[in-house]
């Protein structure tokens, strides 16, 4: 803020009036960002008033108005300037599918899309390498998140992700939590030697709205579409000839045995034997949130052991992001100095000491494993520690007395 310039000033000296009254008009500018306002202020220094006087007065009040006035004006064309702080991360929740063998998805190289209601985009990139936190105005958002992307059928691609709309008011914080479901679903077949025998020359064309593959007799993966209609057609000699159709939601997994009735070659009778449910879910994983945090496959991520100081003998898991710890500062960039500590966070991106876990590397091999002065390639790697939960080591949540860890 600053005075502009000061004008209309009558004094004794410039007025033929007796018993003058002197008036000041100051204008100031005050910025904000590119929008700029203006305040008049008015200063009267008045010994006596007279009737001779009013001609002045009158003119006054009327400078004065339009001041008051254009400053009201501009008032309207202001922005609000409200923000407020968008915060977005993982429920660490069951991750279900059809078989122990799928790998689970690494929440870092998820897709993430946040958009305004205006459709414009704020961020689209990996959640790894998103900000912490985001500065937005006021308003209503769209926040997504996929493992991938899933525009056509594909073997052996499950799709997670979740959609929400938030609205960040403004000086608050809207933590929005996102819990990653299956969007997609599969279908497996299983062709029974009769089959082949009746069919040597046939092909299974596996059809849905989004297209269509070639499902072999030797193939053995899952074969993943959008939710709706999916249809087995076989193709033998020439002709096409549509077995079954089934509608699908999202995570479910149908498998189909095909076999050919006895007088198959007669009556070109296929037997279809659908499993015994359209949704198998049965193998189930866990990323964190386990009632057992003594065990690996349900360790607790950083944003969960926060909040669980006091806990001893429990599984952590998390990226390396630092090391070099002290009661004020994290250093996140190599080449580091200090042995005896690492950091922790819930995102290989995080640069926010407040965001971490402070990791204590007691004397011996989990050191030497674990130190970023010997292994400065561990910088951006996860990691599964196993150890207690403290409420403050170098000023922030940490682990201490570490019994195990494992990098996948």
Same mark, same amino acid.
Request: charged share 20%; proline share 2%.
């Given at each position: 803020m600053r005075v502009l310039r000061e004008f209309y000033t009558l004094s004794n000296a410039a007025s033929p009036i007796k018993n003058p009254f002197c008036i000041r008009i100051t204008e100031i500018r005050i910025s904000y960002g590119r929008f700029t306002d203006f305040l008049c202020t008015a200063t009267i220094s008045r010994r006596t008033f007279a009737a001779q006087n009013e001609l002045v007065m009158r003119n006054f009040f009327l400078l004065f108005s339009c001041a008051l006035l254009a400053l009201s004006c501009d008032g309207l064309m202001m922005p609000d300037g409200r923000k407020g702080t968008l915060r977005i991360h993982f429920q660490e929740a069951d991750f279900t599918t059809t078989k122990a063998a799928v790998a689970l998805p690494d929440t870092n190289a998820f897709i993430l899309h946040v958009s305004d209601a205006s459709g414009n985009t704020l961020y689209k990139g990996s959640f790894g390498a998103a900000p912490a936190s985001m500065e937005v105005p006021a308003g209503n958002y769209t926040v997504s998140a996929v493992s991938c992307e899933f525009d056509e059928p594909l073997f052996d691609c499950p799709q997670w992700g979740d959609t929400q709309? *938030? *609205?960040?008011? %403004?000086?608050? =914080?809207?933590?929005?939590?996102?819990?990653?479901?299956? #969007?997609?679903?599969?279908?497996?077949?299983?062709? !029974?030697?009769?089959?082949?025998?009746?069919?040597?020359?046939?092909?299974?064309? #596996?059809?849905?709205?989004?297209? =269509?593959?070639?499902?072999?007799? /030797? $193939?053995?993966?899952?074969?993943?579409? +959008?939710?709706?209609?999916?249809?087995? *057609? @076989?193709?033998?000699?020439?002709?096409?000839?549509?077995?079954?159709?089934?509608?699908?939601?999202?995570? &479910?997994? @149908?498998?189909?045995?095909?076999?050919?009735? %006895?007088?198959? &070659?007669?009556?070109? /009778?296929?037997?279809?034997?659908?499993?015994?449910?359209?949704?198998? #879910?049965?193998?189930?994983?866990?990323?964190?949130?386990?009632?057992?945090?003594?065990?690996?496959? +349900?360790?607790?991520?950083?944003? &969960?052991?926060? $909040? +669980?100081?006091?806990?001893?003998?429990?599984? *952590?898991?998390?990226?390396?992001?630092?090391?070099?710890?002290? /009661? /004020? !500062?994290?250093?996140?960039?190599?080449?580091?100095?200090?042995?005896?500590?690492?950091?922790?966070?819930?995102?290989?991106?995080? !640069?926010? !000491?407040?965001?971490? @876990?402070?990791?204590?590397?007691? +004397?011996g091999d989990i050191r030497d494993a674990l130190n970023l002065v010997d292994n400065p390639q561990l910088l951006g790697r996860m990691v599964y520690l196993k150890g207690d939960i403290v409420q403050a080591y170098y000023g922030i949540p940490g682990i201490q007395n570490l019994s195990e860890f494992r990098i996948p």
């Open positions: 709309v *938030v *609205v960040v008011k %403004a000086g608050e =914080k809207m933590e929005v939590t996102l819990c990653c479901a299956q #969007l997609n679903c599969g279908m497996r077949i299983r062709m !029974k030697p009769e089959f082949l025998t009746a069919y040597p020359d046939g092909l299974i064309f #596996l059809r849905s709205a989004g297209g =269509k593959l070639l499902y072999g007799y /030797s $193939e053995t993966r899952t074969a993943y579409f +959008k939710t709706g209609n999916i249809s087995a *057609v @076989l193709s033998d000699g020439g002709r096409e000839t549509t077995l079954f159709t089934r509608r699908l939601e999202a995570a &479910q997994i @149908l498998t189909v045995t095909m076999s050919v009735a %006895a007088n198959a &070659q007669e009556s070109g /009778s296929i037997h279809i034997q659908v499993d015994t449910t359209r949704t198998y #879910l049965s193998g189930s994983f866990t990323i964190g949130g386990g009632d057992a945090p003594g065990t690996e496959e +349900k360790a607790y991520s950083v944003t &969960q052991a926060q $909040e +669980k100081a006091g806990e001893e003998d429990v599984w *952590v898991y998390g990226y390396i992001v630092g090391g070099d710890l002290s /009661s /004020s !500062k994290c250093s996140f960039t190599a080449p580091f100095t200090s042995r005896t500590n690492i950091a922790i966070a819930a995102k290989s991106s995080c !640069k926010d !000491k407040e965001q971490c @876990l402070s990791v204590q590397l007691s +004397k």
